[in-house]
């Protein structure tokens, strides 16, 4: 019943992931990149009713893009398609497996909860206008000193963020920070795997003043580089910042799975 989804999928698939959420869906935009990454599971009685993606990183599991047709929930489906990725982690002896679910999808949540998930954190999802300014003043390089945050943003996965990942992050000036108060702001650049010209960031905000120095610096950048989006991802709360929009809210949950 659950197989490695093929390219031909795409039609049968596609059928149920139109209006998926109020702002539609964005299976159409990744079918083809997951279809060549890889673990990309589907569902099927006769054809295709659910999918979901995988990530296997040595570390943890990353599972994304759980959708079942309408006509079939509640059937236990998105549970087995979970299970399915947890058994193959196993196998593989990733201890953890995550996913990202958005604050206010209860069904999602509940399944999550069933299935033995915990929120470990909650983030929230601004995008940003890109202006030209030249108001900001930031610095290239290694802003980690201690406390280096466990993961960051990669194409909307929550990857590990080791001292490899960190080390070729700033080879490529991918991290930015502003430190002019002894709380820095700290940002991580890159850009979608999956969606044209668009930036994700991720931002671990300090002071006020410095998370304002990033957000004009990267601003500038966008306007420079020509991004259709920038997407910046978050802890922290913002509300006064001009052409910054708070758009959705998301737990990150995980799992232990030995
Ligand atoms: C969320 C979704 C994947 C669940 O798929 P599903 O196959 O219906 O889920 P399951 O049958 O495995 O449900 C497992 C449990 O989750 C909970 N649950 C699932 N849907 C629920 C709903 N609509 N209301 C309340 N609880 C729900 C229940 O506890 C359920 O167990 P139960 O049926 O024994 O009570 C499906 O509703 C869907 O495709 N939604 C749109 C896309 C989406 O939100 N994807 C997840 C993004 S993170």
Known sequence: MIREAISSDKFEVLKFCQNTFSWGDYIKEVWDHWISEGD????EKNQPIGICHAVFYP???????IRINPDFRRQSLASKLVKNVESISKQKGIPISLMLIDTENEPSLLMAKQLGYKISETWKFYSLQSQKNNDFEISLGNPFQKNKPTHYVKSWRWVP???????????????????????????????SE???NTLIVTLFAGSESDTKNILLFLQNFGAEKQYKRIQILSKESFSNF??????????????LLS
């Open 40 to 43: 990309l599971f589907v569902v």
């Open 59 to 65: 570390t943890q599991a990353w599972i994304e893009g």
């Open 161 to 191: 963020l080791n001292e490899k990942e960190i080390s070729l992050l700033i080879s490529q000036n991918n991290i930015v920070y502003s430190d002019t108060t002894n709380n820095k702001s700290v940002a991580i650049l890159g850009e």
């Open 194 to 196: 999956h969606f044209d």
């Open 242 to 255: 001009n052409n910054l929009e708070h758009r959705l809210t998301f737990h990150l949950v995980q799992k």
